[in-house]
Nanobody
C-alpha cells in the first residue's frame, strides 16, 4: 500500500504561482511513477503531469506545458508541482497518484493509488 497526501492548494490571483506537494509513504517509491491530475466542477478528471521516480523523465499536458513543472525529492519521498502563470481555467481539485511503473504514465487508469486532493482556486 502507498499513501499519498497532497498539500499546497489555496486561492491565488491570476498570474500567480503555487507549489503543490505530494508526500508518499508506505512502500519504497523507486518503482513507481507519480502523476498529477485535476478535476474542475462538472468536468472529467484530466491529466496534468507525470514523472518517473526512477529516472526523472517527465511528461506534461499541452495545457500546462511551459507553465507547470513536476519534480521529485527522492530523499523526502515527495513530489511537487510548481505552477506558474496561473489562470482561472486552472481552478480545480488537484490530486497526485502513484502507479507501478519505471516509466511515465499519462492515463488515470494506470494509477493504483490516489491522494485526497487539494483545492486550487485562481481568481481573475
Amino acid at each position: 500500500q502507498v499513501q499519498l497526501v497532497e498539500s499546497g492548494g489555496e486561492l491565488v490571483h491570476a498570474g500567480g504561482s503555487l507549489r503543490l506537494s505530494c508526500a508518499a509513504s508506505g512502500r519504497p517509491f523507486s518503482s513507481y511513477a507519480m502523476g498529477w491530475f485535476r478535476q474542475a466542477p462538472g468536468k472529467e478528471r484530466e491529466f496534468v503531469a507525470t514523472i518517473s521516480w526512477r529516472n526523472g523523465y517527465t511528461v506534461y499536458a499541452d495545457s500546462v506545458k511551459g507553465r507547470f513543472t513536476i519534480s521529485r525529492d527522492i530523499a523526502k519521498n515527495t513530489g511537487y508541482l510548481q505552477m506558474n502563470s496561473l489562470a482561472p481555467e486552472d481552478t480545480a481539485v488537484y490530486s497526485c497518484a502513484a502507479g507501478r511503473s519505471y516509466r511515465t504514465l499519462t492515463s488515470r487508469d494506470d494509477y493504483d493509488y490516489w491522494g485526497q486532493g487539494t483545492q486550487v482556486t485562481v481568481s481573475s
